[in-house]
């Protein structure tokens, strides 16, 4: 459910940011808007970002029906098809929101947290691998420990 991450969001903000730019109304809703301004470019990034979570979603579903991963059961294809792409595009608004209810609450910049956490997450998937490759001849010492020091500055940075 979570396989678009925040992905669209993060292209919708970069959109919106790079539109307010090239299309005067919203340079102007930037700038003079105040308050009001702000939520409505939000409310803008909002509705891009379940867009570009539908065509992505899209996307997905189209690479994992080519792999003939999809088993529709008997039921109509576009059904199964509907469902799979509301269900990553659901899932990528679920986390937007997650993200602005971190922020309001003050804990923090929601979106870079969520992004931190999924990172973070992979490091112990990331070692068990860098072993095996090392106790495998795989990977060379220097190699790891390139690596490991990367993964060290990743987080402390």
Do not use: C, H
Not at 9 to 26: C, E, G, H, K, M
Not at 77 to 88: D, M, N, R
Request: charged share 10%; net charge neutral; aromatic share 10%.
């Amino acid at each position: 459910m979570f396989a678009l991450g925040v992905q669209p969001y993060i292209n919708s903000s970069i959109i919106i940011q790079l539109l307010t730019v090239a299309i005067p109304a919203l340079e102007r809703l930037q700038k003079e808007g105040g308050e009001e301004g702000r939520k409505k470019i939000a409310s803008i990034t909002r509705y891009t970002t379940v867009a570009i979570g539908l065509l992505q979603g899209f996307g997905y579903y189209t690479l994992i029906n080519s792999y003939g991963l999809v088993e529709t059961d008997g039921l109509p294809a576009v059904w199964v098809g509907l469902v799979i792409v509301l269900s990553f595009t659901a899932g990528s608004a679920f986390l937007m929101w997650l993200g602005e209810q971190i922020t309001e609450f003050g804990i923090g910049n929601g979106i870079s947290m969520i992004l931190f956490a999924n990172i973070i997450s992979r490091i112990p998937d990331n070692v068990i691998s860098l072993v095996t490759n090392l106790s495998s001849g795989a990977m060379k010492w220097w190699g790891a420990t390139i690596t490991l020091v990367g993964v060290a500055a990743l987080v402390l940075l």
